[in-house]
């Protein structure tokens, strides 16, 4: 009995917390759920990162100037930087990073659903930048103000950097719908292609989300999946309007009623199979992560060591 009162005593002073906007920092009292969801959803997010870092890696070597080589290039290690920031922020939580590792390389974590697409050529470079890290921006400028301390901090670097990763893609796609027919075409396939999937990056509807409502209230999570894709659709609508582009979808139309956008159907079938690992790149991208992981496994022992032996000479 006495121990039940404490933990009721505890959890009355989370939520107060919670309620008051008071950061919970790590060596604060948590419930089991809080914890299990941020390590879920950080680690999460981390891979997202790093995996993403893959299908613009793969026009690194073949960016068409010297300069789009270094905007991509810098790109490429911006998200770097982010999923080491995540992980930082997850191991917080008591899980080490080799578990999260793990974990992913298993494939029972999961990552960003819109990174299993594809770059079929260098428009999508320009797409992702403009839709991807479009819909990205959105979710974690409100993850920004996340109950939990160190995830707060880190969301805080990452979208300054994210702002310059959008811009990029837009100006990759501007130059190329003011290019050749031939190059306007392939800014207008590339949307078509890349669309529904930055769509689906916000999750399920609202009402099929298992984690919504948990992560709300506990403020993990500010708005919620309908919330955020309803603000991406109305976003991007006058984006591709400036650059001549047509967005994919035959019931978008603009209702005076409600001030927004109405958009039509996301495939859901679609993106829960490339959930649970089916779509073009999921096998793909894992085991490019698991190889390079194995190959870079003698630096971080060599680091580990070289670390160790200074730390027992001071």
């Given at each position: 009995?006495?121990?039940?009162?404490?933990?009721?005593?505890?959890?009355?002073?989370?939520?107060?917390?919670?309620?008051?906007?008071?950061?919970?920092e790590p060596k604060?009292?948590?419930?089991?759920?809080?914890?299990?969801?941020?390590?879920?959803?950080?680690?999460?997010?981390?891979?997202?990162?790093?995996?993403?870092?893959?299908?613009?890696?793969?026009?690194?070597?073949?960016?068409?100037?010297?300069?789009s080589k270094m905007i991509l290039l810098?790109?490429?290690?911006?998200?770097?930087?982010?999923?080491?920031?995540?992980?930082s922020a997850a191991e917080t939580l008591g899980v080490r990073r080799e578990q999260f590792l793990q974990w992913l390389h298993e494939g029972k974590a999961k990552y960003s659903s819109v990174f299993n697409y594809p770059t079929l050529n260098w428009v999508d470079i320009g797409a992702i930048g403009w839709l991807v890290d479009g819909a990205a921006i959105l979710n974690q400028v409100s993850l920004q103000r996340t109950s939990y301390g160190p995830y707060s901090r880190a969301m805080v670097r990452i979208c300054k950097e994210e702002s310059f990763h959008q811009r990029q893609g837009f100006e990759i796609m501007y130059n190329m719908v003011n290019g050749t027919k031939a190059q306007q075409e392939m800014a207008q396939d590339s949307l078509n292609r890349w669309w529904w999937p930055s769509m689906m990056m916000f999750g399920p509807k609202d009402n099929e989300s298992p984690n919504t409502k948990?992560?709300?209230?506990?403020?993990?999570?500010?708005?919620?999946n309908d919330t955020l894709r309803q603000r991406f659709v109305d976003w991007t609508v006058e984006q591709a309007e400036f650059l001549g582009l047509k967005i994919p979808d035959p019931d978008l139309k603009w209702n005076d009623k409600n001030g927004h956008y109405d958009f039509g159907e996301i495939d859901w079938n679609e993106f829960y199979e490339v959930v649970k690992g089916n779509g073009p790149c999921n096998k793909e991208?894992?085991?490019?992560?698991?190889?390079?992981?194995?190959?870079?496994?003698?630096?971080?022992?060599?680091?580990?060591?070289?670390?160790?032996?200074?730390?027992?000479?001071?």
């Open positions: 009995m006495t121990d039940k009162k404490e933990y009721q005593k505890k959890l009355a002073e989370f939520n107060a917390k919670i309620e008051a906007e008071v950061k919970i604060d009292w948590m419930p089991d759920d809080y914890r299990d969801q941020l390590v879920r959803q950080i680690s999460q997010h981390a891979h997202s990162e790093i995996i993403g870092m893959q299908p613009e890696g793969n026009w690194l070597t073949r960016a068409p100037s010297i300069r810098a790109k490429i290690q911006d998200e770097a930087g982010h999923g080491l920031y995540l992980y948990r992560t709300m209230d506990w403020k993990i999570k500010r708005e919620s991208r894992l085991q490019n992560h698991r190889k390079a992981h194995e190959e870079g496994r003698w630096v971080r022992e060599a680091l580990f060591e070289y670390s160790k032996n200074e730390t027992e000479k001071n």
